[in-house]
Every structure is written in structure tokens, then in C-alpha cells.
């Protein structure tokens, strides 16, 4: 069964960088999806962004794109979302999520079966 853990959260000043990362494992194909989904408090969880692991390409929601990167290792199997010019609405539990065997950019929470439990980002103004 596919394992997902999220790391990296943490409080920054608005302007400032994080990296989250999702150390992945168990997974019986080798392809597969794995998005960056966030929940602010009273919101609905809002995809991020995802990347694909049979080419690496890549979607970003307009709220991050400029501001956010996807990018995967795969020899660590680990996916990382690099976060710049971080503002405080990107304040939220970020969780990283997987969809085994499959070449689709999936981009709905409802299309994933697997999460991680979530790591806390508090941007400060």
C-alpha cells in the first residue's frame, strides 16, 4: 500500500520560502500521480499542484502559479513543492496525495485514493 509523509511546514514572514516535502513508498506500478492539496481553516481543501511520474509534467493551480514549483526525485522517491513569495492566504495544512497506476493529471482531491497527514504552513503578514 502506497505511504505518503509530508515534512517540511513551519511559520515565515510573508515574502519569505519553504519547501515542503512527501517521501513516498509502496507503490505497485510505475506510474503514478502525486499532488499537493491545502486546507485553510473554514475552506475547502484546494488542489495545489500535482506532477506526473511517467514524463514529470507538471500542473500548478492559478493562485501558485510563478510562485510555486513541483519537482520530484525519484532515486529518493521523494516530491518536493518549493515555496516562494509565500503570502499569508497560502496559510493552510498541506497534504500531499497519490493516485497509483495512472498517466492522468489528476487534479481533484475526489480522484485520489492515498494522503498523507499533513503538514502545517503558517505565513505571517
Known amino acids: 500500500e502506497v505511504q505518503l509523509v509530508e515534512s517540511g511546514g513551519g511559520l515565515v514572514q510573508a515574502g519569505g520560502s519553504l519547501r515542503l516535502s512527501c517521501a513516498a513508498s509502496?507503490?505497485?506500478?510505475?506510474?503514478?500521480?502525486i499532488g499537493w492539496f491545502r486546507q485553510a481553516p473554514g475552506k475547502e481543501r484546494e488542489g495545489v499542484s500535482c506532477?506526473?511520474?511517467?514524463?514529470?509534467?507538471?500542473y500548478y493551480a492559478d493562485s501558485v502559479k510563478g510562485r510555486f514549483t513541483i519537482s520530484s526525485d525519484n532515486a529518493k522517491n521523494t516530491v518536493y513543492l518549493q515555496m516562494n513569495s509565500l503570502k499569508p492566504e497560502d496559510t493552510a495544512v498541506y497534504y500531499c496525495?497519490?493516485?497509483?497506476?495512472?498517466?492522468?493529471?489528476?487534479?481533484?482531491?475526489?480522484?485520489?485514493?492515498?494522503w498523507g497527514q499533513g503538514t502545517q504552513v503558517t505565513v505571517s503578514s
Open positions: 496525495a497519490a493516485v497509483d497506476g495512472t498517466i492522468a493529471m489528476l487534479t481533484s482531491e475526489y480522484e485520489y485514493d492515498y
Open positions: 509502496g507503490f505497485s506500478f510505475d506510474d503514478y500521480v
Open positions: 506532477i506526473l511520474s511517467s514524463d514529470g509534467s507538471t
